[in-house]
Nanobody, 121 residues
Framework: QVQLVESGGGLVQAGGSLRLSCAAS????????MGWYRQATGKQREWVAI???????NYADSVRGRFTISRDNAKNTVYLQMNNLKPEDTAVYYC???????????????WGQGTQVTVSS
């Protein structure tokens, strides 16, 4: 019913920048929180950033001051601007969204398929 499609990953040198996008589509009535997670090889998935409908944001300590999350409610899209990237930021980045769909009164969390970010030293 809902698809989240990420884009914008790639290979960048340390100190560089990337901007990730995640667009939600489907039978969407409303989206509340949207966020980003990441999973490095051999590690558990970890939370990176979150933004609510009103634009209030929060970040993991490891990315605060370097990453910025934003959203375009009209486009059902969330972004992650990543600056001053470090090799330890290398991971698959996943977006998620808490979505209410048509004919379902319960909001559910949906995930994207992930996009690879690789930071070389």
């Amino acid at each position: 019913q809902v698809q989240l499609v990420e884009s914008g990953g790639g290979l960048v040198q340390a100190g560089g920048s990337l901007r990730l996008s995640c667009a939600a589509s489907g039978s969407i009535v409303s989206i509340s929180a949207m966020g980003w997670y990441r999973q490095a090889t051999g590690k558990q998935r970890e939370w990176v950033a979150i933004i609510n409908t009103g634009g209030v944001t929060n970040y993991a300590d490891s990315v605060r001051g370097r990453f910025t999350i934003s959203r375009d409610n009209a486009k059902n899209t969330v972004y992650l601007q990543m600056n001053n990237l470090k090799p330890e930021d290398t991971a698959v980045y996943y977006c998620n969204a808490v979505v209410k769909v048509v004919f379902d009164h319960l909001a559910k969390t949906y995930w994207g398929q992930g996009t690879q970010v690789t930071v070389s030293s």
